[in-house]
Each structure stands twice: as structure tokens, then as C-alpha cells.
């Protein structure tokens, strides 16, 4: 298994930073649009659609959705990163009722609905990063991973209180406060080699802590999807990683978040 993981990351890790950096406009939408037609393609699974023609209804509808923002000019657009963020808040409310809630979003029509409002979200926030300047798509993705960093080795050496048994066991409360301190420290260098006025740093270090804990919530959800589903993985798509969905199930929810607060910040 690690020698399969090690051969997968070796072509992923190239591929997925010259798509996200080496590319701009017209092609990093496509890019960025395949990562989420093939989450999408995930997600039907999760909710339900295992084989067959319906499996493919769900990329499809993202493909159309996709279409349509980037043709009417709404792929920069403000409003799906608002509702994107209205549907994390239900998202969470599901997550810290589990199992309890099940029944409000157990059926197949909100499963699918809810992967619109986190795939497509993430695609326009990808889409306004980028836009904006290669270095805050960097930031985003260094956050994610910083966060999941910090959370791995602080919640090994310290973790005691679980942070959603119910959904993930292996989550700790210790964990997600050993990945909020990497992430501000991330914060006050990022805002440092910007040049960012005190109030700009200070928005940025908040904004970071509130992204970091969405970024968990985006593990959660999927998390609490397979295993309503009993799955493992979301596919076999990245041998010895799993699916699409689990490398990016934190981004889905961070990328749109950090992107809808992004104008309030830089305006700080």
C-alpha cells in the first residue's frame, strides 16, 4: 500500500500543481472543472447511485452548472459562494446531530442537492483565487494542509476528548487545536511577506482559524456520508489515496469559504 501511495502522489502532486498554478482563465476552469466533475461522479455513489446511466446524472448536472456560470460571467461571481456557505451550516448542523438527524438528509434527492451546493461552490472559489492572484490559492491549500498536519501529530501525542465520535473516532478536540496553531502561525507569515497593513494581518489570522475549522467540517461531512454508505473510500480513482473526494473533501468546504470573505479581507 505505501509503495502504491508513493507511485500515485509521484505523478498526482506534479499534475495537480501545474494545473492549479501553471495554468489561468479558460484552462484552470477546465482543470479545476474535471477535479469536480470527477467528485461529482463520487458523490452520486455517496448518495446513492452506485452504477449504471444514473451514476453519471450528478457530473453531468455539475458540467451544466459549470457551463452555464462560466457563460453568463457568475464564475467570479459572489452568490454560490453565499450559498455554498448556507449549505456548510446545515452541513453542520447534520454533522453534530449524527446520527440523529440522518433522517433529514439520508434521502437521495438531498444527498444529491447537497453536493451541488459544496461542489459548485468550489469551483467558483477556485475560479476567484486564482483570479485574484495565485498567491491566495496558495495560501488556501497551504492552510488545508497545514491544518491536517497540526491535527495528525498534535492529536496523536495529545488527543484525549473526541471531536465527533459519531462520525469520525479518531478526530480529537486536541487535534484541531494543534492545526488552528499551525494555520496562525501560517496566518502572521503569510500577512508578513504581503505587507498586509495590521488590520488586514489581523483579518487574515481570524478569517485562517474560522477556514481551518470549516476545513474540518468539509472531513467530517464526507466522513459521515461513507459511512452511511459503509464505504471506505469515495472510489479506487487514486490508488492508495482513495477517491478525489478524500483529498479534497477539506477544500470543498475551505476554498469557498476563505473565497466569499476574501473582499472583506483585502479591503481590510
Do not use: C
Not at 452555464?68 to 461571481?77: C, D, E, I, N, R
Not at 440523529?100 to 472559489?125: D, E, F, I, K, Y
Not at 480529537?172 to 488586514?200: H, I, P, R
Not at 468539509?218 to 456520508?225: A, R, T, V, Y
Amino acid at each position: 500500500m505505501l509503495r502504491q501511495r508513493i507511485i500515485t502522489a509521484a505523478w498526482l502532486a506534479p499534475l495537480a500543481l501545474a494545473g492549479l498554478f501553471g495554468l489561468g482563465g479558460g484552462p484552470f476552469a477546465l482543470f479545476t472543472a474535471a477535479i469536480v466533475v470527477l467528485a461529482g461522479w463520487e458523490w452520486a455513489n455517496l448518495a446513492g447511485l452506485e452504477r449504471g446511466a444514473s451514476r453519471l446524472l450528478p457530473p453531468l448536472v455539475l458540467v451544466l452548472g459549470m457551463a452555464l456560470l462560466w457563460h453568463f460571467g457568475q464564475h467570479l461571481a459572489l452568490w454560490p459562494l453565499v450559498i455554498g456557505a448556507l449549505g456548510w451550516a446545515l452541513n453542520l448542523w447534520w454533522v453534530l446531530g449524527h446520527p440523529g438527524r440522518s433522517h433529514q438528509w439520508s434521502s437521495r434527492a438531498m444527498r444529491l442537492a447537497m453536493g451541488a451546493w459544496v461542489l459548485l461552490p468550489t469551483w467558483v472559489g477556485f475560479n476567484l483565487l486564482r483570479e485574484s492572484g495565485s498567491a491566495w490559492l496558495l495560501f488556501v491549500l497551504l492552510l488545508v494542509w497545514g491544518a491536517d498536519i497540526g491535527a495528525y501529530f498534535v492529536g496523536r501525542a495529545l488527543g484525549r476528548r473526541k471531536l465527533a465520535p459519531n462520525v469520525s473516532p479518531g478526530k480529537s478536540w486536541e487535534g484541531v487545536y494543534g492545526g488552528m496553531a499551525v494555520t496562525a502561525a501560517l496566518a502572521l507569515v503569510f500577512a508578513l511577506w504581503q505587507q498586509l497593513s495590521l488590520s488586514a494581518g489581523l483579518a487574515l489570522v481570524a478569517l485562517t482559524l474560522g477556514v481551518t475549522l470549516v476545513s474540518v467540517l468539509g472531513d467530517l461531512l464526507e466522513s459521515m456520508l461513507k459511512r452511511h454508505r459503509g464505504l471506505k473510500d469515495s472510489s479506487a480513482l487514486l490508488p492508495g489515496h482513495g477517491g478525489v473526494l478524500d483529498r479534497i473533501d477539506s477544500l470543498t468546504a475551505a476554498v469557498p469559504v476563505f473565497a466569499l470573505f476574501f473582499t472583506w479581507l483585502v479591503q481590510a
